[in-house]
């Protein structure tokens, strides 16, 4: 899987579950310059494969992780770094994010998952207008996502206490978003020549803006409209890949 972004400016992606099934090499983002940045908050990336296989950054960029969830063994780059991973420390790392039925494509999660209540406030300049305010329902259909703080990581929300009501306008954060300070960068370059996701991959889409997982962009200003409605990415060789705004 690729997400790439062109121009100068801020990919903010957050609250999305992302998963590879594919054989070989996954690299998650692909930023053309090191003039390009993307934060990356309150996500699942899982991968099928090693964790190994599994790479941040395709090469370029300015990559800001915060509360995320990665397979563990991850790298940042599977050919040379020449740009940056920015780790604030509050990511998680481990062999299976519990979903409650992976084999049966339910990505919900599970009791006892690393990732309830693990998430954190979203970049000042996607909160509060991107605020996480719905989720997925199987097939086509979206659901308010329970306001039960803090935020799960992915793209759906568990009620541990039985009594969640749907989330409110600013998805139960605080009005400037609380932007989370940059930590150490990963330096892990890695080495394997990178068989790279193809730009295959299949979408699962939500019919409303204000879905389960958000993604917008900020240029030389404010931040723009979402540039794509992601809640899961089933990555697999021969499916193709779907665009939705």
């Known amino acids: 899987m690729r997400l790439e972004h062109h121009g100068q400016g ?52 300015q990559l800001s992780l915060s509360h995320n969830w990665l397979s563990a063994g991850y790298v940042s780059c599977h050919g040379t770094l020449t740009g940056s991973v920015l780790d604030d420390g509050t990511n998680l790392t481990g062999s299976d994010p519990g979903f409650e039925g992976f084999g049966s ?64 306008p600013d998805g139960g954060l605080p009005a400037d978003g609380g932007l989370v300070g940059d930590g150490g960068a990963g330096s892990d370059g890695g080495s394997t020549p990178d068989g790279g996701a193809t730009s295959d991959g299949g979408a699962t889409p939500d019919p409303k803006g204000d879905s389960g997982c958000g993604c917008a962009s900020a240029g030389r200003g404010a931040p723009c409209g979402p540039l ?18």
């Open 10 to 61: 801020t990919l903010y992606f957050f609250n999305n579950t992302v998963i590879s099934t594919r054989a070989g090499n996954t690299t998650l983002f692909r930023l053309s310059t090191n003039d390009e940045a993307a934060d990356a908050r309150n996500n699942i990336f899982y991968v099928t494969e090693s964790g190994s296989s599994l790479a941040l950054l395709g090469a370029d960029g």
């Open 105 to 168: 494509g339910d990505y919900h999660l599970a009791a006892g998952s690393q990732c309830i209540d693990a998430g954190g406030a979203l970049a000042a300049a996607a909160a509060p207008d991107h605020a996480v305010l719905s989720q997925f329902i199987d097939p086509r259909g979206s659901e308010p996502r329970p306001l039960e703080p803090p935020l799960d990581l992915g793209a759906f929300e568990r009620c541990v206490s039985g009594s969640c009501g749907g989330s409110d």
């Open 228 to 245: 794509a409605v992601l809640l899961l990415w089933l990555l697999a060789p021969r499916l193709s890949r779907r665009r939705f705004g």
